[in-house]
């Protein structure tokens, strides 16, 4: 095969540029050794084993995931795996519980049903499962809503076996206005999470570990009193969406999806091979509305996705593409969109590196 | 391991029940024998060759593909393959032109530029590649705005090599509203359609094949004079949308995704382990809004989704699910959910029967 470069490969492609994410990596790393927080890593961002190894090399302390496949491809690289997540079902508790021993396993839950149902099925397994009680700070997705819920979830913990008390989780996705205007909202997160502790450790279970954090909230975790942990994801990518916010520049996106011009025949638009199932339609927080932009014309959105088809808008533009020209499109949601891929290129200077395969996608082998 | 069933399958996992698909498949058939139309559905929906296989013993006349990886899977079981869709770009040419010869091969295209890079493509390639002219009847998506543009670029295939002029194609997708209501819509697409096909025939380049069709207007196709075939691909499955505007009943929805109840921590609410990674966040056209409604319960709906969580609405019902127990959901927007799934189960009087590979998801290896 031809060596693969912007001008041949086949589109759409997903593309990751190995200097800015190594300049985002350094980025979090210093701020979480500035203020004494760990970082754990959110990989279902990118589901690649390799981004993850590059993650723990840069600094962070262990990895999150979403999904028991997850952790199964991340524990080829990773000794201390934290499964954000309910593990619920015996399925699922079966396929978390056959990771290598010498993985450190801990995992979120907020229900007595799914803790006795990790206890037993740890308890079988003969390994011991570090426990964290997700706390509903504002999300309003999961997570027990009173101190007197989470004291009654960590006393459980205590008192079952094969299953470890270890403290406290959040997660802050409801804070997506810009960084510079999250000071209430960051404050009011920090004021309920000191309720949660001081009741907590007023009956004696004070939380070790305190993780919480989002993208959109990173640099201002600092702010969060009692916070020991942060969980950034997209961050190692960035997507308009961080932009938007405020919590990247445009120059710090790293990824971004090579498509083709496939028609212009409707004026005012141009079309692209990248649609729906290579940028994933997800809500934009950027003024321009749409779905995606171009990494070199961030004023040109993609206004409408079908399966296959990304419309970009020339309405408000001279820049007329034909027909085989080649453009690259950062994507709203980073995480949804590496998604829909099998694999990434590794670019470096303008020419390909390498691939990656996206193994976490999915749910595994059967 | 354990025979899978509704109960012990790992979740989220996306079920097909047989009995619906082989009704839908049936309705569709005698539909188009009905009206002397043929039928080549569309197997963006699905990407699973076996179901093709089916499509056709069905009664299909060939299958219709988005994209090269597409017409690579199908074609190990059809030998007619119309790619609706412009083959633009080097390494697209090259993998589609690298279809077993046996295959018959079309595609859709509506710029002088794709024509171009095709027909010197087929020439390199040593094959004959059929022609369908893309109009536009109305989407604003791709597709030639006037006759003129249709006639120019007709009389261009004739004039090159290796390519061949069949016809003409569209895309009726703007015609979302109920069934009962597109009256007055599939008139207007008939007599643009009418407009076009005169003025063709009138330059001496009466197109052989008229191909056109969506789910939503499939029960009305045969209102759009000259049409000579029709494209659905929904249909094999149906989902949420499609029930809404009428085009199937819910008892025709053969697709969903099995998911279990993981968190009821905040109020009013149950969450389940499908998220917008497994149902696909799509526009629901139903009164409800949301992403998906329960099989069983269809008022029950999926008010939002993250990545790895739905969110069932359970402010109008007194039904309140538990941590563990399973729901089956219908997606707003099946192709988009069957596109995030490795595999899809095939199920029968509720005990599952086999599993597919869906395996045309994806671009392919480069």
Known sequence: ?????????????????????????????????????????????????????????AGASGITVATPHEAEVMATVASDVFLAYPPV??????????????????????????????????????RRVGVLVELDLGMRRVGVQLPSDAIALARAIGMMEAVEYRGITFYPGHVRSPVGQQGSAVSELSSRLAEFIEHLSGAGLQPQV????????????????????????????????????????????AYSVLSTVVSTAVPGQAVIDAGAKALAKEEGLAPGGGYGALLERPDIVVRSLSEEHGLLDLSSTEWRPRVGDRVRVVPNHVCASVNLHERLWSMRDGTVQGTWAVAGRGWGAP
């Open 1 to 57: 095969m031809e060596r693969p470069s912007l001008e041949n490969l086949e589109t759409p492609a997903a593309l990751v540029e190995l200097d800015r994410v190594e300049a985002n990596l350094r980025r979090v790393d210093d701020y979480a050794r500035q203020h004494g927080l760990r970082w754990r890593p959110h990989t279902k961002t990118h589901k690649v084993p390799e981004l993850a190894a590059l993650q723990l090399r």
């Open 89 to 126: 079902g015996a399925a699922r508790l079966e396929r978390l519980l056959r990771l290598p021993p010498r993985v450190s396993l801990s995992v979120a839950l907020d229900s007595r049903e799914a803790l006795e149902g990790l206890s037993a099925a740890a308890l079988k397994a003969g």
């Open 210 to 253: 305190v993780s919480g954090g989002s993208t959109p909230t990173l640099w201002r975790s600092h702010e969060v009193a009692g916070l020991t942990e942060i969980r950034p994801g997209i961050n190692i990518f960035n997507d308009r969406n961080t932009a938007a916010v405020g919590a990247c520049t445009w120059d710090e996106c």
